[in-house]
C-alpha cells in the first residue's frame, strides 16, 4: 500500500497497472516524498547545509569511437575533508554515464534514481531512449530540485554517453533549472572545472584515442586540485586514485583501480620534473 499525493491509499494493483513510462513522474504521483531533496531542513536550512558534504570535480572529453568521463574523490564540508573516497561518477545504462558535483548525498540519490528512470523506460516502452532522449529526463530530474537547488542543496550533474545512432560520444551540462547543454570536445563542472578546463584546452587534440584522453584528463584533475582545494589529487599514500570511466560502441567500462593507479603515477612522477605539467604544441 502507498499514499497518493491527493491522501487516498493506493494497493499494489494500482501500481502496477499505471502504464507511466518515466518513474520519476511515477514518484511524483503516488510518492514525491521518496524524491532526492524532499526531505525538510528544519526552520534553518543554511545550518543543516553546512554540515552536508559536497562533490568536485568531473571532467568529460571526447575520444575516437566515444567519451571519457572521470571525477576526483573528495568531498569537503566547508573548509574541512570530509571523504577522500568519494564516487561522483556512475553508470547510467549501458551506453552513458553522469557525474556530479554539488551536495554529495543528493547527488548520489539522483544517479540511482537516473538507473531506475532509464530501467523503468525501457521496460514499460520495450525499447531504450536515444542519448539525447536521456538527456532532456536527466534535465527534467535537475528542474525538479529547483525547491531544494534555492535552499542550496545544489546537484549539478555531467553526462556523458556514446550515441549508437551517430557512432561518437557526446556530452551534456546542466544549471541548476535543467538544461541541457550539449558540450563538444570537453567540459567540466564543479569548483575546480575552471582550472580543469584551462589543463584540457591545451592538451586536448580532436581524434586522440581513449588511452591518450584518459591521461590527458587525469592531468587536468592534477591541475584542477593544485588550484582548487576542494579538489583531490592523486593520493599515493592511501592509494585513493580518480575514477576514470571509458563509454564507447563496446559500452561503459570503469577503469579498474589497478589501471588508474599506473597513470595517476606517470601524472605525479612527471610533474617532479615540470610542475606545471606537459606543455601544449605551438603548432
Known amino acids: 500500500m502507498g499514499t497518493h499525493s491527493d491522501g487516498v491509499r493506493r494497493g499494489t494493483a494500482d501500481f502496477m ?6 518513474f520519476t513522474d511515477f514518484l511524483t504521483s503516488y510518492a514525491p516524498d521518496l524524491l532526492p ?6 526552520p534553518d536550512p543554511s545550518e543543516a547545509i553546512k554540515g552536508l558534504r559536497h562533490a568536485t570535480t568531473i571532467v568529460a572529453a571526447e575520444c575516437e569511437g566515444g567519451v571519457v568521463l572521470a571525477g576526483d574523490r573528495r568531498a569537503t564540508m566547508g573548509n574541512v575533508i570530509a571523504q577522500r573516497d568519494v564516487e ?4 547510467s545504462d549501458e551506453f552513458s554515464a553522469m557525474g556530479f558535483a554539488g551536495t ?14 532509464l530501467e523503468h523506460y525501457e521496460k514499460m516502452e520495450g525499447r531504450t531512449l536515444s542519448l539525447e532522449g536521456k538527456a532532456n529526463r536527466l534535465a527534467n530530474m535537475v528542474r525538479g530540485n529547483i525547491g531544494g537547488a534555492m535552499q542550496g542543496l545544489v546537484v549539478i550533474p555531467l553526462f556523458a554517453g556514446y550515441d549508437e545512432d551517430a557512432g561518437t560520444g557526446r556530452i551534456f551540462s546542466y544549471d541548476v533549472v535543467g538544461g541541457p547543454y550539449e558540450e563538444h570536445r570537453y567540459a567540466s563542472i564543479g569548483s575546480g572545472s575552471v582550472y580543469a578546463k584551462s589543463s584540457l584546452k591545451k592538451l586536448f ?20 586540485a593544485d588550484d582548487d582545494s576542494a579538489t583531490g589529487g592523486p593520493d599515493l599514500t592511501r592509494q585513493i586514485f580518480p575514477v576514470v570511466s571509458t563509454i564507447t560502441a563496446d559500452g561503459f567500462h ?30
Open 88 to 91: 561522483k561518477i556512475h553508470r
Open 37 to 42: 531533496g524532499s526531505a525538510e531542513l528544519g
Open 205 to 224: 587534440r580532436d581524434g586522440m584515442s581513449s588511452e591518450d584522453v584518459v591521461l590527458a584528463v587525469v592531468q587536468a584533475l592534477y591541475d584542477a
Open 17 to 22: 497497472t499505471a502504464r507511466i513510462p518515466s
Open 104 to 117: 554529495g548525498s543528493l547527488g548520489l540519490e539522483f544517479a540511482r534514481l537516473f538507473q531506475v528512470e
Open 254 to 283: 570503469r577503469l579498474p583501480d589497478s589501471e588508474t593507479a599506473e597513470i595517476a603515477q606517470q601524472v605525479v612522477s612527471g610533474r617532479l620534473g615540470a610542475p606545471d605539467g606537459p606543455s601544449a604544441p605551438l603548432s
